[in-house]
């Protein structure tokens, strides 16, 4: 690159105007090299995951399962299942929750155990509510101020389901994991019940809902899911390498839940702020067998549990904070490397969180830049350089995999949601970039106080609205 040279003998303002546009011109140049290297390698990782997943639905080897809705649903239990739910101030949501799974899943070998904490009494009497008496309810009060953690909470309540084998002499076969917030689908307990023959932990999808009061924010996790639970997982489980529980729909046999227990009794790290993710990570490890569940009914809707995510913009920052921090930071220190060439490539995608932020953000003040240069070349300053063949190369193929990301992503957002989400995803790219770079900051600065000594808090987001609410409102 050359930079235009400033004419001698003009002004001191006017040098000083020049140079100004050169720095700024210089600055452009080598962000776009920087962000679209870095652009250019994460399109190259994701052209990798297309062509293993195009593969497998050419083989036949990622065919989504036909189910009827009704059979699975009169399908019986192999034995007791168990569905543990955390809680901390969930009261406006938890006694629907309760009443929606208890209707979806009527059967009698089925164990609820919801954990509240001593200083949250509205959402025990919330527990109580939902319940309407039904021995299958098991509320367990932790005798701690909350919030702990997720995974403290879970193992307080995995004590309890320890407690019951004890008293009645009869173990559990499944353990299940949900949220305080999500609506289960009423074929996924037989369907997960079938599945443990054959596995140790077993993850069906999860379904964000599109949510009409918030188009852009609550909205913009439903393509995100979509893509990652009907690609990147498939790819996973085909390479054999480690699946990520999701913390909601999984299901895991007690038998490997009781090694994951070993040696201090506890299932759930507590140092770590996705103690999911780390559990399915965990079982690859110690030579669990893992599945990833994609089922449809005759209707084509996708088996899998439905939530309201986050609806404004600071609750959706905390809450990727919190994935980025347990995932690519935490991960990263607790995890290391171990495993395969597979293993090693699907552990760089989860842990590129807080590099992709900065990507990001590099790329964000690259279009702020380009703006100002614009200005001032429609003011009568000319851009001190011109683009080289090697970044008009770069830029080429960034816009090239732009548009084919943009083609996937509305794909995958269309299949499950219709056409007009689907469009609406691709809108939704730049915001969904901003809460990326807003998450990865706050993230990396959660992680530096741990570094002080500082112990990693339960950050959760606050629930207002549940699918089943949504949907009757719809239906009326």
Same mark, same amino acid.
């Given at each position: 690159?050359?930079?235009?040279?400033?004419?001698r003998g003009a002004g001191g303002?006017?040098?000083?105007?020049?140079?100004?546009?050169?720095?700024?011109?210089? *600055?452009?140049?080598?962000?776009?090299?920087?962000?679209?290297?870095?652009?250019?390698?994460?399109?190259?990782?994701?052209?990798?995951?297309?062509?293993?997943?195009?593969?497998?639905?050419?083989?036949?080897?990622?065919?989504?399962?036909?189910?009827?809705?009704?059979?699975?649903?009169?399908a019986s239990l192999s034995g007791?299942?168990?569905?543990?739910?955390?809680?901390?101030?969930?009261?406006?949501?938890? @006694?629907?929750? &309760?009443?929606?799974?208890?209707?979806?899943?009527?059967?009698?070998?089925?164990?609820?155990?919801?954990?509240?904490?001593?200083?949250?009494?509205?959402?025990?009497?919330?527990? &109580?509510?939902?319940?309407?008496?039904?021995?299958?309810?098991? /509320?367990?009060?932790?005798?701690?101020?909350?919030? !702990? !953690?997720?995974?403290?909470?879970?193992?307080?309540?995995?004590?309890?389901?320890?407690?019951? %084998?004890?008293?009645?002499?009869?173990?559990?076969?499944?353990?299940?994991?949900?949220?305080? %917030?999500?609506?289960?689908?009423?074929?996924?307990?037989?369907?997960?019940?079938?599945?443990?023959?054959?596995? @140790?932990?077993?993850?069906?999808?999860?379904?964000?809902?599109?949510?009409?009061?918030?188009?852009?924010?609550?909205?913009?996790?439903?393509?995100?899911?979509?893509?990652?639970? #009907?690609?990147?997982?498939?790819?996973?489980?085909? /390479?054999?390498?480690?699946?990520?529980?999701?913390?909601?729909?999984?299901?895991?046999?007690?038998?490997?839940?009781?090694?994951m227990a070993e040696p201090d009794? $506890?299932?759930?790290? !507590? %140092?770590?702020?996705?103690?999911?993710? %780390?559990?399915?990570?965990?079982?690859?490890?110690?030579?669990?067998?893992?599945? =990833?569940?994609?089922?449809?009914?005759?209707?084509?809707?996708?088996?899998?549990?439905?939530?309201?995510?986050?609806?404004?913009?600071?609750?959706?920052?905390?809450?990727?904070?919190? +994935?980025?921090? #347990?995932?690519?930071?935490?991960?990263?220190?607790?995890?290391?490397?171990?495993?395969?060439?597979?293993?090693?490539?699907?552990?760089?995608?989860?842990?590129?969180?807080?590099?992709?932020?900065?990507?990001?953000?590099?790329?964000?003040?690259?279009? $702020?830049?380009?703006?100002?240069? +614009?200005?001032?070349?429609?003011?009568?300053?000319?851009?001190?350089?011109? $683009?080289?063949?090697?970044?008009?190369? $770069?830029?080429?193929?960034?816009?090239?995999? =732009?548009? +084919?990301?943009?083609?996937?992503?509305?794909? =995958?957002?269309?299949?499950?949601? #219709?056409?007009?989400?689907?469009?609406?995803?691709?809108?939704?790219?730049?915001?969904?970039?901003?809460?990326?770079? /807003?998450?990865?900051?706050?993230?990396?600065?959660?992680?530096?106080?741990? *570094?002080?000594?500082?112990?990693?808090?339960? @950050?959760?987001?606050?629930?207002?609205?549940?699918?089943?609410?949504? /949907? !009757?409102?719809?239906?009326?």
């Amino acid at each position: 690159m050359a930079l235009a040279s400033t004419p001698r003998g003009a002004g001191g303002e006017h040098h000083m105007g020049i140079a100004w546009l050169e720095w700024l011109a210089l *600055l452009e140049r080598e962000l776009l090299l920087f962000a679209g290297t870095f652009f250019l390698l994460g399109a190259i990782d994701e052209l990798c995951v297309d062509a293993a997943w195009i593969r497998l639905k050419l083989t036949g080897r990622a065919k989504t399962a036909r189910i009827s809705r009704a059979l699975a649903c009169e399908a019986s239990l192999s034995g007791p299942a168990a569905v543990l739910v955390p809680t901390w101030q969930e009261d406006r949501v938890i @006694d629907r929750t &309760i009443e929606h799974m208890l209707a979806a899943w009527p059967q009698a070998e089925l164990r609820i155990f919801v954990g509240v904490y001593r200083n949250d009494p509205a959402t025990a009497r919330a527990v &109580i509510r939902g319940a309407h008496g039904d021995p299958r309810v098991r /509320l367990r009060v932790y005798d701690k101020d909350g919030p !702990t !953690t997720k995974a403290d909470c879970l193992n307080h309540l995995y004590a309890s389901l320890e407690a019951e %084998e004890q008293h009645t002499g009869v173990p559990f076969r499944s353990i299940i994991l949900h949220d305080a %917030e999500d609506m289960v689908d009423p074929a996924a307990l037989p369907l997960l019940d079938t599945a443990l023959h054959a596995a @140790d932990f077993v993850q069906i999808p999860v379904l964000p809902e599109a949510q009409p009061a918030s188009r852009w924010i609550g909205s913009h996790y439903c393509e995100e899911f979509a893509e990652a639970h #009907g690609k990147s997982m498939v790819v996973r489980e085909a /390479l054999s390498v480690g699946l990520p529980a999701a913390g909601v729909g999984c299901a895991f046999s007690r038998t490997m839940m009781g090694r994951m227990a070993e040696p201090d009794g $506890l299932p759930f790290s !507590t %140092e770590t702020l996705t103690e999911d993710y %780390e559990l399915g990570m965990r079982i690859k490890a110690a030579g669990g067998r893992a599945h =990833f569940l994609r089922a449809r009914g005759e209707d084509g809707a996708l088996v899998a549990t439905r939530a309201c995510f986050p609806m404004r913009i600071d609750q959706a920052v905390r809450q990727k904070a919190r +994935w980025i921090h #347990g995932i690519s930071l935490q991960g990263w220190d607790r995890l290391g490397w171990s495993g395969g060439l597979g293993e090693t490539w699907m552990r760089l995608r989860d842990r590129r969180g807080p590099l992709t932020a900065f990507v990001l953000a590099a790329a964000y003040a690259l279009l $702020l830049l380009a703006v100002v240069l +614009w200005t001032a070349e429609a003011l009568g300053h000319p851009r001190p350089w011109q $683009l080289d063949p090697v970044i008009r190369l $770069l830029v080429i193929l960034n816009f090239a995999s =732009f548009a +084919w990301r943009a083609v996937w992503r509305f794909g =995958f957002t269309a299949r499950e949601y #219709g056409w007009k989400e689907g469009v609406r995803a691709v809108l939704r790219i730049p915001l969904a970039n901003v809460i990326a770079i /807003l998450a990865g900051r706050r993230a990396f600065f959660a992680y530096l106080r741990t *570094l002080r000594g500082e112990s990693a808090s339960w @950050d959760k987001t606050a629930h207002h609205a549940l699918p089943p609410a949504m /949907l !009757t409102r719809r239906a009326a």
